[in-house]
């Protein structure tokens, strides 16, 4: 069984740049949720994916979209990038049915912002 | 939407104690209730997780037992061990499918 898999581990970018995260389900597992996690945080809800639409959405401003490819992979895109966006980005699949189901975590890619 | 709250944020205890983290949520339609735990620099990896049909479920020793009433859950770990030190999080989730996250709980344990 394969794990969730998030690239690049660690990315530094400047104020005002775009940046692509992307991350690989866990196989069987059809739905994906990212996250962002500030330190000595818990996770905060930015969105999730199912069957390649958005399926649910946190909190975030339309300058962070998404992507959901027909094998499941993800991808986060963030423009016009803040100083604020410094964080963890998480990603976590699971396997959508009728009952809320585990979400499991990739290691997350470390973005900082100067 | 969903208020979940979590104490406390840090909990110190010696080897062999028992250590307990409770979380409260506002949405009386939330069903499942997951914990994860978050070693330093790490994934979040879940631990145990009780669906709102069930009012305590346990692993060896991890439990969680969930007031519906009271709307609130408590994550139970017994005879800790130093490497039961991490941060722990709670997590709410509805019909809506999307989860709601607690600020975490960082469990010190002292050999």
């Known amino acids: 069984e394969t794990g969730v898999t998030q690239s690049p581990t660690h990315l530094i970018k400047t104020r005002g740049q775009q940046v692509t995260l992307r991350c690989s389900s866990q196989?069987?597992?059809?739905?994906v949720s990212w996250y962002q996690q500030a330190l000595g945080q818990g996770p905060q809800f930015i969105f999730q994916?199912?069957?390649?639409?958005?399926?649910g959405r946190g909190n975030f401003p339309p300058r962070f979209s998404g992507l959901q490819f027909p094998n499941y992979s993800s991808e986060l895109n963030v423009n016009a990038l803040e100083l604020d966006d410094s964080a963890l980005y998480l990603c976590?699949?699971?396997?959508?049915?009728?009952?809320?189901?585990?979400?499991?975590f990739g290691d997350g890619t470390r973005l900082s912002i100067l | 939407g969903e208020n979940v709250e979590q104490h406390p944020s840090t909990l110190s205890v010696q080897e062999g104690d028992s250590a307990v983290i409770k979380c409260t949520y506002s949405d009386s339609a939330s069903n499942y209730f997951p914990w994860y735990k978050q070693e330093l620099g790490k994934r979040p990896q879940l631990i145990i997780d009780?669906?709102?049909?069930?009012g305590e479920k346990k692993d060896q020793r991890i439990a969680v037992t969930l007031n519906k009433t009271a709307k609130h859950f408590s994550l139970h770990i017994t005879e800790t061990q130093p490497e039961d030190s991490a941060v722990y999080f709670c997590a709410v989730l509805g019909g809506s499918y999307i989860p709601t996250f607690g600020r975490g709980t960082s469990l010190i344990v002292h050999p």
């Open positions: 976590a699949s699971s396997l959508a049915g009728e009952n809320n189901q585990p979400q499991h």
């Open positions: 994916y199912y069957r390649e639409e958005e399926n």
């Open positions: 196989s069987g597992h059809n739905t």
């Open positions: 009780i669906r709102s049909n069930v």
